[in-house]
């Protein structure tokens, strides 16, 4: 399906985005080490989990923009040197407040990750593939989160949880110095058509950046967004302190359970994208963001369903498939957000729009962990959360009916 040419593109970004999530959910699966170290309380470790987006939201938008500006190569290259050495730094951390200011400057550095991969495929592979692409390459991203718990929780349990971010930090660092040896901005083949394209575009209107900020696409696209990470990073930080708190699990245990949300995700992840293109080509007559939509849509409705439902069960068995299921389905959509994005933004604007709206969605990290604490304090339960985040995805999910449409770029829409 693609020229061995693109391949190591392709398996590059997915081990970026395996790193990636190893790196970030590192810290929920050592909170339970970490809150007893350092004498946390259940509030104050969902502000260090939400902590990390504050630096992780700005930087999806300035980390699309830098893509743009001055390619994705460059700006994925510096950015995963920042984040792992960042993920290092969490063994030097002796406090609350310490913590906070780590976690900031990991999440900037982590921050330009999707945007630099939506360029990367905008800018090596054709639309009809993009979004299988997209899925194919980010799908790294669960795995990383189900090989977290083992590694992390072993390394723990053997020698220190601080151990386990010295050993993640190198392994970032290692990719760094292949990316940069071994992938290229832009296929050779595509220089010329490139020198025609922006010859061709520099003849005809170009189309400004707040125009597609103001769209309501855009922006609903990126509430949807907002929900799939409101429930992500609910399972992400407080999913395995639930089971060890909520359900008596041990440290060693939860570890090995937490894979299996991770896998199905996995799965989900990569499988949604080739859905989505699928859909695509079956009803191409419909427009094209039909396919998106119903595969969003969907999804996202079901997810909020199990993830729900996983608050009122009683038993562990129950909680873990409802929540394994719900993150199956969500991943399902994965792709989705950034496939329309390319779908209606010209190739000028795709690293910026899709930051913007990857900065909108991911202020879901900023409150949804530290919400999430705190009703947990004060409800002496998780139910009400599991709640509210299915709650939260049913209301996108619909919205995106509504709203989602095709972009009419007309010059006088614009100004």
Known sequence: MFSKDKLPVIIMLFLAGVINYLDRSALSIAAPFIQDDLTLTATQMGIIFSSFSVGY?????????????????????????????????????????????????????????????????????PADQRASVIGLTNSGTPLGGAISGPIVGFIAIAYSWKVSFLLIMVIGLVWAAFWWKSVKERPANSQKESTKAQTKSETTEKIPLTFYLKQKTVLFTAFAFFAYNYILFFFLTWFPSYLVKAHGVSVKDMSIITVIPWVLGFIGLAAGGFVSDYVRKKFVNKGM???RKVVLVTCLFISAVCIGFAGLVTTTAGAVTLVALSVFFLYLTGAIYWAIVQDVVDQNNVGSVGGFMHFL?????????????????????????FLLAGGLAVVASLTVIRFVQPIVKKVQQMY
């Open 289 to 291: 963001l039909f396919s």
């Open 361 to 385: 969605a991911n202020t879901a990290g900023i409150i949804g962990p530290t919400l999430t604490g705190y009703l947990v304090d004060t409800s002496g339960s998780f139910t009400s959360a």
């Open 57 to 125: 939201a700005i930087f999806n938008f300035l980390g699309g923009v830098a893509s743009d500006k001055y390619g994705a190569k460059l700006t994925l290259f510096v950015a995963m040197i920042v984040w792992s050495l960042f993920s290092g730094a969490v063994a030097l951390a002796v406090g609350f407040v310490s913590l906070i200011v780590i976690r900031i400057l990991f999440g900037m550095g982590e921050g330009p990750l999707s945007a630099t991969i939506n360029k990367m495929v905008n800018n090596w592979f």
